[in-house]
Antibody, heavy 123, light 109 residues
Framework: QVQLVESGGGVVQPGRSLRLSCAAS???????MHWVRQAPGKGLEWVAVISYDGSNLYYADSVKGRFTISRDNSKNTLYLQMNGLRTEDTAVYYC?????????????????WGQGTLVTVSS | SYALTQPPSVSVAPGKTARITCGGNNIGTKSVHWYQHKPGQAPVLVIYYDSDRPSGIPERFSGSNSGNTATLTINRVEAGDEADYYCQVWHSNTDHHWVFGGGTKLTVL
C-alpha cells in the first residue's frame, strides 16, 4: 500500500526558513516526486519536481531561487527546503508521487498524494 | 505558460449526470488528468490520460478530450461525489511545468 506522510509544517515569520519532509512507503527510488500546494481558499498549485535519482529538478516560477527540492533514497524521504518565505507561501503543502521515474518527463500525472502539512507565514 | 480554465461551480441532483469542463489552447493535443479533492483529505486521481480510470474508481467517472476542451463526466451522481475537481496537464517549452485548472466545486443538490 502506497503511503506518503508529510511533516515539518508550522508558523514562521516572513523571511525565515522551513524544511518539509515526506516519508514514503513504496519503492521510492523508482519514481519522480513532486510538491504541490494549496493556499487558503485557492486551488492546487504545482511547486517542484525531482526525478527518481535527483538529477532533474524543476520549479514553479513563484518559488524558483527560494525553494529547493531534494531526496534521500536511502531514507525513502522527500524534502522541500523553503527559504525567504513570504506571506503568499502560506498553504497546505502536499507531496505527490509521479506516474513515472522522471528519466524523461512528459504527460506525467500524480498517482498518489499525502494528506498535506500546513505552512503559515505570518509576523 | 499554459492556462487551464474551469467553471468555478457545477450543481447537479442525485442520480443525474455532471459534466465539468477544462478549457485550454489545443488541449486536445495534451494528456489531461483529473483529481477529486475533498476538504481535509488527500487529492485522489480519478481519470488519467484523458479517459483512463485508476483501479478503484467507479465506472460512473469518465473523461474525454478534443479541440480546446476536456470534460470529466460523472454519471448517476451520488452525495459522496461532492468535492472539488481539478484538471491537470504537463506543459513544456523552455522548462517543464505541471499545470492545474482553477478547480470546480461540484455540489450535489
Amino acid at each position: 500500500q502506497v503511503q506518503l506522510v508529510e511533516s515539518g509544517g508550522g508558523v514562521v515569520q516572513p523571511g525565515r526558513s522551513l524544511r518539509l519532509s515526506c516519508a514514503a512507503s513504496f519503492t521510492f527510488s523508482g519514481y519522480a516526486m513532486h510538491w504541490v500546494r494549496q493556499a487558503p481558499g485557492k486551488g492546487l498549485e504545482w511547486v517542484a519536481v525531482i526525478s527518481y535519482d535527483g538529477s532533474n529538478l524543476y520549479y514553479a516560477d513563484s518559488v524558483k531561487g527560494r525553494f529547493t527540492i531534494s531526496r534521500d533514497n536511502s531514507k525513502n524521504t522527500l524534502y522541500l527546503q523553503m527559504n525567504g518565505l513570504r506571506t503568499e507561501d502560506t498553504a497546505v503543502y502536499y507531496c505527490a508521487r509521479d506516474s513515472n521515474s522522471g528519466y524523461d518527463f512528459g504527460g506525467d500525472y500524480f498517482d498518489y498524494w499525502g494528506q498535506g502539512t500546513l505552512v503559515t507565514v505570518s509576523s | 505558460s499554459y492556462a487551464l480554465t474551469q467553471p468555478p461551480s457545477v450543481s447537479v441532483a442525485p442520480g443525474k449526470t455532471a459534466r465539468i469542463t477544462c478549457g485550454g489552447n489545443n488541449i486536445g493535443t495534451k494528456s489531461v488528468h483529473w483529481y477529486q479533492h475533498k476538504p481535509g483529505q488527500a487529492p485522489v486521481l480519478v481519470i488519467y490520460y484523458d479517459s483512463d480510470r485508476p483501479s478503484g474508481i467507479p465506472e460512473r467517472f469518465s473523461g474525454s478530450n478534443s479541440g480546446n476542451t476536456a470534460t470529466l463526466t460523472i454519471n448517476r451522481v451520488e452525495a459522496g461525489d461532492e468535492a472539488d475537481y481539478y484538471c491537470q496537464v504537463w506543459h513544456s517549452n523552455t522548462d517543464h511545468h505541471w499545470v492545474f485548472g482553477g478547480g470546480t466545486k461540484l455540489t450535489v443538490l
